[in-house]
């Protein structure tokens, strides 16, 4: 009965109560100013106990949160390590590779993540976001149109899997969606953008000047904008709208080397 009693997750308990107490007494003893508690009994606990996998938990999302991305991706390395049959640290586990910069670690617990919980859009949308960064556009639409069926008001949604479908070689898909976000959030400048850079790559140049011209209406400090309507007036000869374009664009990037050389280029000699 007694050892039933101790059973693994009472003695985390025991470490965390013990160890918390501990630190306390300790702390009135010196005088010291306590730090946050829970942070501090956490970390005692895992010292006491490496494989205390919750308290690595824990402990990484603080990290997280203070932007100290490379020690919160250890704290959840040393919790998957202490139970690597929980599906649930496998989103954490992908978004703290990712943001440490580790891709490809990312996009297997990211994989994990998605196989544990398939009708989890965040974890869908992550997904294809790391696909996408790898150069996976085929894969990525899959995630991104699970992530969509699952939350269809989600127009950011619609926006990355445009992206995808236009990565992939999918112009006329990359299109029609697009186009629904557009419908949808007509005073969205990116989405306006989106669509005319979709359709100046099918060579659809009325279409996508006049997008691209709308999107500099919806958001005047646009640079990506004003690149794209300057080299495409470049390239059709329309040499006073690109210079037009050119300097708007290095006005707003003084140090974009790209912008200077257009404009260089476009005055002449």
């Known amino acids: 009965m007694i050892k039933r009693l101790f059973s693994y997750a009472n003695y985390q308990l025991v470490l965390f109560v013990g160890g918390g107490f501990s630190l306390a007494v300790l702390l009135s003893l010196t005088g010291a100013k306590p730090p946050p508690v829970a942070t501090d009994v956490f970390e005692l606990a895992t010292r006491l106990d490496p494989a205390y996998a919750q308290g690595h938990r824990v402990l990484a999302s603080e990290l997280a949160r203070a932007g100290r991305n490379i020690e919160a991706l250890d704290r959840l390395r040393a919790a998957r390590a202490a139970d690597p049959r929980d599906g649930t640290l496998c989103l954490p586990l992908g978004d703290a590779a990712r943001r440490a910069g580790s891709t490809r670690e990312a996009r297997e617990a990211l994989a994990c993540a998605v196989s544990y919980a398939p009708r989890s859009a965040e974890a869908q949308e992550a997904y294809g976001a790391v696909l996408l960064e ?10 991104m ?4 069926v699952l939350e269809p008001g989600r127009n950011e949604l619609r926006q990355d899997l445009g992206t995808a479908l236009a990565r992939s070689g999918d112009l006329p898909g990359a299109t029609r969606v697009f186009s629904e976000a557009v419908r949808r959030a007509p005073d969205d400048a990116g989405a306006v953008f989106n669509l005319g850079l979709v359709l100046r790559k099918q060579g659809r140049l009325e279409e996508a000047v006049s997008f691209l011209q709308r999107a500099l209406a919806l958001d005047p400090r646009m640079s990506r904008a004003h690149y794209q309507l300057a080299t495409l007036h470049a390239e059709r000869g329309a040499r006073e709208e690109a210079l037009l374009h050119a300097r708007a664009l290095l006005k707003l990037e003084p140090t974009n080397a790209d912008a200077a050389k257009l404009v260089k280029d476009l005055e002449g000699p």
């Open 134 to 143: 790898l150069g996976e556009a085929k894969l990525a639409v899959g995630a």
């Open 145 to 148: 149109e699970a992530a969509l």
